[in-house]
């Protein structure tokens, strides 16, 4: 069920302003939560109805021009949410929250309109099956498996390679699968959103991806809402049966939009500052990014985790929502392998031989077990020396280096920044050179031949 339209339209009038927080009062019929507001002086100031209270007066939050408000100021009533351009028309663009091209490239039709805020699907209708969904790198592929229509989290503190991933992710579907791909930019730099954009149009796949953004030079208002308007898009490409990528950068900045709202609004916080609607505000946009009968939406979302502190409420709010989880680690970073994912941290509800088949899954279990072994062992090479080693631990310490560098990659959407080709591996490739790894063929190559190569067809051509 859509929106629904009021049908008696008074205006209110202004009476407090705090920040991007308006309270309006209403005389006559109270506005719906989500209704859209204008400012009738100058229509560009948009208000969102955030809730309305017992004595008409509606608490709203100023998604633009709040600079242009004062008491007393007529507040008109539209009875409609906000709404954005969808559609095929929506990919290669550049939109805001409301769905204004914000790319130079002329205005968008708005004969096809759709409410940013809907209902999730019902329960029977959403798609159980589980597909494996290939992306080409390996360490991905191999350890955290994503699902088709499945939801992954990329968790990673500033600067470990969160967005990088991202991208590379959204170039492979493009390239690879043939998908189409919708991104929501929330709360990070001008710049990166900027880069992002160059990087696409560049590698030729912007005419598959729509790009919805709400930065942090925006009001907080507009970065907690924004993500809403991307997933309509995302929601739609779905219900006309086409799969979809749903990308997001970054997911605890909608949170921390939230949070700023929820200190306006003075309300208690809950658990280390965070609003006490956070497993709603969470809950709100999650639910809705779910495949369906008619189409799927696979959602992978970057969070940021403050001062790499995984155990942040914030954080830990999105957790249960992600059906793979990929921890990316400074540790591992500092050691120069890229991408610089945690393996034995991350996981993935994939891991299931009658999902991923008996091969893969014996293969994760012994990879797994062996690096487990050398993180014991590293510790004790850091004090005593690797020569302290048992003749067995000296092998295994030896094996696991092999596997962790040959998890390296060169990344096809950084290939002009490194000057290094990148690779598409597929899965099936990556379980047979694990397994040659584990079995011990390979002991007596030295283990920096395995950094950064495709196969382990390249080790003979090096």
Not at 155 to 181: D, R
Not at 291 to 302: D, H, L
Not at 321 to 341: A, C, H, M, N
Not at 360 to 376: G, M, P, T
Request: net charge negative.
């Amino acid at each position: 069920m859509e929106y629904e339209v009021a049908t008696n339209l008074k205006s209110g009038k202004v009476r407090t302003i705090k920040g991007d927080v308006v309270e309006v009062e209403f005389l006559d019929e109270k506005p719906l939560q989500h209704e859209l507001l204008i400012f009738e002086e100058n229509p560009q100031t948009k208000l969102e109805v955030y809730y309305v209270g017992l004595d008409n007066r509606a608490i709203c939050l100023c998604l633009e021009g709040v600079e242009n408000l004062y008491r007393g100021a007529q507040i008109q009533r539209t009875g409609e949410a906000i709404k954005i351009p969808i559609g095929d028309q929506a990919l290669g663009r550049v939109m805001d929250v409301f769905g204004n091209p914000i790319d130079s490239l002329g205005e968008l039709m708005l004969e096809n309109l759709g409410t940013v805020f809907r209902p999730a699907p019902k329960f029977q209708d959403v798609d159980s099956s589980k597909e494996i969904l290939e992306t080409g790198i390996k360490v991905i592929d191999f350890f955290t498996p994503f699902k088709k229509g499945g939801k992954v989290g990329l968790f990673g503190g500033a600067g470990v390679g969160k967005t990088v991933i991202l991208s590379e992710l959204m170039y492979n579907v493009s390239t690879y699968h043939q998908g189409i791909s919708v991104f929501a930019g929330v709360g990070e730099r001008i710049r990166e959103g900027h880069e992002l954009y160059e990087l696409i149009s560049s590698k030729g796949i912007l005419n598959k991806v729509a790009l919805v953004f709400g930065q942090m030079n925006e009001n907080a208002a507009t970065r907690f809402r924004v993500g809403f308007s991307a997933l309509r898009l995302a929601e739609y490409f779905r219900d006309q049966e086409r799969d979809v990528l749903f990308f997001m950068d970054n997911f605890y900045r909608f949170v921390q939009a939230g949070n700023e709202i929820s200190t306006l609004l003075n309300t208690i916080p809950s658990e280390d500052g965070y609003q006490a609607t956070l497993a709603s505000d969470v809950g709100s946009f999650q639910e809705r990014l779910v495949p369906t009968n008619r189409g799927s939406i696979t959602s992978v979302q970057a969070v940021y985790v403050p001062a790499d502190d995984l155990t942040d409420s914030g954080v830990q709010a999105a957790l249960p929502y992600f059906d793979s989880t990929i921890i990316l680690s400074r540790k591992v970073q500092e050691e120069g392998r890229y991408p610089s994912v945690d393996i034995l941290n991350s996981s993935s509800s994939l891991i299931d031989p009658s999902i991923i088949g008996y091969d893969h899954y014996e293969a994760v279990i012994e990879a797994e077990k062996l690096i487990k072994r050398f993180s014991d062992l590293d510790r004790l090479v850091s004090i005593v020396g690797e020569s302290e080693l048992a003749p067995e631990d000296r092998t295994l310490y030896h094996r696991a280096k092999k596997l962790l560098n040959y998890m390296t990659q060169d990344l096809l959407v950084v290939s002009e920044t490194t000057g290094k080709k990148g690779s598409f591996v597929p899965r099936g490739r990556t379980i047979m050179d694990v397994k040659e790894i584990i079995s011990g063929k390979l002991d007596q190559i030295p283990d920096e031949k395995f950094t950064n190569i495709k196969d382990l067809r390249e080790i003979g051509s090096r």
